[in-house]
């Protein structure tokens, strides 16, 4: 069975600061992992992907995030946070089975970045 | 278009009515997917369609929820006899394939509030 876990409903941190946004996962066989960053009224945009290599893996608007296998964890950061980063992000995993269609989403993590 | 696109973007109606709610996602994607976010909740998958395959209708809730793509591009998700617990934002996706490491692109959704 698939799941992803964010066990941070909210983040605050300081404008300039670095910031994380936390993320494990459940999956049989081997995991594709993405981020995404939700906007008010807006839908989800993609922001990263691990599908496998480098266990950190860059994406948009400066973010990054690292892929641990043994700790089956895919933690979103940035090293500096802007205020423009408030959003709500989703992290989500999918198998490399074949037949592996779905997407399973966490419930979201809201970032607000305090000027 | 450049993305997906969603209408309407907000629907209010009453209990009882039934809803359409369409997706043009982008051109060439063979991928096309329905979610379901409900407030303060994580994406819950409702179908899937990849090509002229059969749909994936594992996430649909009950026998009153129904999605349909003709001709390989634009769906509808209809809701016959609308209930207030169908009060939610409904997301749809679409990707150049389904399954794999490929992300999904989203709109921006349909607010839909059941009074």
């Known amino acids: 069975a698939q799941s992803v876990a964010q066990p941070e409903d909210q983040v605050n941190v300081a404008e300039g600061n670095p910031l994380t946004v936390k993320c494990t996962y459940s999956?049989?066989?081997?995991?594709?992992l993405f981020w995404y960053v939700q906007y008010p009224n807006r839908g989800l945009q993609f922001l990263l992907k691990?599908?496998?290599?480098?266990?950190l893996v860059k994406g948009s608007y400066g973010f990054e995030a690292e892929f641990n296998k043994s700790q089956t964890s895919f933690h979103l950061k940035k090293p500096s946070a802007l205020v423009s980063d408030s959003a709500l992000y989703f992290c989500?995993?999918?198998?490399?089975?074949?037949?592996?269609?779905?997407?399973?989403f966490g419930t979201g993590t809201r970032l607000t970045v305090i000027p | 278009g450049a993305g997906v696109s969603q209408s309407p973007s907000n629907k209010v109606t009453e209990k009882g009515k039934d809803v359409e709610l369409r997706c043009d996602p982008i051109?060439?994607?063979?991928?096309l997917y329905w979610y379901r976010q409900s407030l303060g909740q994580g994406l819950e998958f409702l179908i899937y369609?990849?090509?002229?395959?059969?749909?994936?209708k594992s996430g649909l809730p009950s026998d009153r929820f129904s999605a349909e793509r003709t001709g390989g591009s634009v769906s509808t998700l209809t809701i016959q006899r609308t209930q207030q617990e169908d009060s939610a934002v409904y997301l749809c996706?679409?990707?150049?394939f389904g399954g794999g490491n490929q992300p999904q692109h989203f709109g921006d959704g349909t607010r839909l509030s059941i009074l």
């Open positions: 989500a995993v999918r198998s490399d089975q074949t037949g592996a269609n779905n997407l399973f």
């Open positions: 999956v049989s066989g081997n995991p594709y």
């Open positions: 996706a679409s990707s150049s």
């Open positions: 369609f990849q090509g002229n395959s059969a749909p994936d």
């Open positions: 051109s060439g994607h063979t991928a």
């Open positions: 691990y599908i496998t290599g480098d266990n």
